[in-house]
C-alpha cells in the first residue's frame, strides 16, 4: 500500500493520542483511506521529557522546520497549540506545499484570515475539525453537509469547563469558586482557567463556526463576549425556580436585514429546550439550515480521545486529497453576508437581579425607569432571605435591544434603593 508522510507537531495530550492511535488502529485506517498514514518525524519542545508514547528518538526534534523542510512529509498536523510559533508553522507548511491539519482554535480565530488566504494562494486545503467542540465533526457539517442551507442560527455549548462548572453550581448548590475548585480537582480545569471561564475559549470556537456559515471572517472585535465567573448561586437558584437553566451558550444568527449576529455569555435556558439537558463537560450545538430545519450534535468538546478522532478524521481527508487532487478545503469566502450586527442592537429577553431595601414602592421606581426606556417585564419574583439591609428582586424581562436595556440598567442601578451592583443576564428566547 502507498504510504503519505505526516509530520507531527507537538506531542502533548492531543498529539500523544493521534500518535497512538494511528499505530494501534493503523490497519482499520489503512483500509478505510486507501493509503498508509506514516509519521516520518515529530517536533516537540522537549526531547528528554518522558512520556506516554513511545516514538522513535530517532524521528524526534526540537526543531519543527524539519518538519516543514523533508521532502518526506506532505501532511503537517500542527498540534503545539499558542499564537505565534504555531503561525509561523503554519504558513511555512503551507508555502512549502503541505497540507495542513491543526486544532488550534485560538491561532484560526486570531490569524484565520491570513492563513486560510495563504492557502487560497497556494491552493492547499486546512482542516481544523478538532478546533470546535472536540470529537463533535461539526466543521464537516457545516462545510459539507450543510453546504445547500442558509444557517439561521446555531446555538451551542462550546466550553466543556464552563458547562460543568454550572451543571456543579446547579445539582449541587455550589458558588463559583467551589464548582471550579471541584473541576479543577476533577481534572476538567486547567490550573489557569482563564480562557475556559471568561468565555474566550467558546469565542474563539463561536468565531469560526460563524465566520464558516456566513462566508466572511468574523473578528475577535465583533463578537460580545461575557464569562461565567460573575454568575453568583443565587442567579442559577432564581433561575431554577423561574424555569431555567444558565449554560454559557454562543448565539450565531442572521436577522431579517442578513446581518449577522455573534455572541457567547451565560444565558437563561428554558428547562424544556434541549440544551438545558446538556450537563457536565459535554459539548452541544443546535444548528438551524432554512432546508434542513433543527439540527443536534452532542459529544465530548475535548480530552485526548475525542480530540484525536477528529484529527485522524482529518489526516484520512487529507491523505484522500492529496493523493487524489482535488477542491481546497478550508475557509471560502462568499458575499452573501458580509457585516454583523452591533451588539447593542441585538435583542433578548433578560434575566434581572436586584438586592433592594425592603421597603413599599421599590418595583414601582424600577417598573418606571424599565417603563421608561419601553422594556416590559414578563415576571417578577422576590425571593425569601436578606442579605444585610438589603433583598433580592429578581425581573424576566421582555426582548429588548440590549443598548436600552444596558442604559435602563445603568439608570436603576444609580436608585437610593438599589444596594448593590445588579446582575443582568441573557434569556434564550
Ligand atoms: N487538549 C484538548 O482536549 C484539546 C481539544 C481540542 C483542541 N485542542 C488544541 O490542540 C492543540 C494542542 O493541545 P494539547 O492539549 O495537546 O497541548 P499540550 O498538551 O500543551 O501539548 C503541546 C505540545 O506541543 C509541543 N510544543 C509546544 N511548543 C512547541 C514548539 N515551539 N515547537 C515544538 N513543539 C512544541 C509540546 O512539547 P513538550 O511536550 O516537549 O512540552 C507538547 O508536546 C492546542 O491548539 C489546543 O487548543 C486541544
Redesign the pocket.
Known sequence: MDQIGIGL???????AGVYKHLIQNRAIISERVGLELAVRRI????VG?VRSVHAPAEIIT?H?EELVDDPAIEIVVE????ID??YQLIMRALDAGKVVVT?????LAERGFEIFEKAAEKGIPIFFE??VA?GIPIIKSIREGFIGNHIESIHAILNGTSNYILSKMTEESLDFPEALRQAQAEGYAEADPTLDVNGWDAAHKAIILASLAYGFWIGTNQIHVAGIETVNGLDVRFADRLGYKIKLLATIRTNRDDLVEAHVHPTLVPKQHVLASVNGVFNALMVRGDLVGDTLFYGRG???DP?TSSVISDLAQAAIWYDSGGKAFGFTPHGWYGECLPIEQVSSGYYLRLSVIDAPGVLAQVASILGSHQIGISSVIQPEGHEGDAVPLVLIIHDAPFDRMRTAVQGIQSLDCVKAQPMLLWVLS
Open positions: 507537531a507537538g506531542l502533548g495530550t492531543v498529539g517536533a516537540v519542545r522537549s521529557l526540537s519543527w498540534l503545539i497549540g499558542g510559533a504555531a486544532g488550534n482554535k485560538a491561532l478538532a478546533a472536540g475535548a480530552g485526548q480530540t
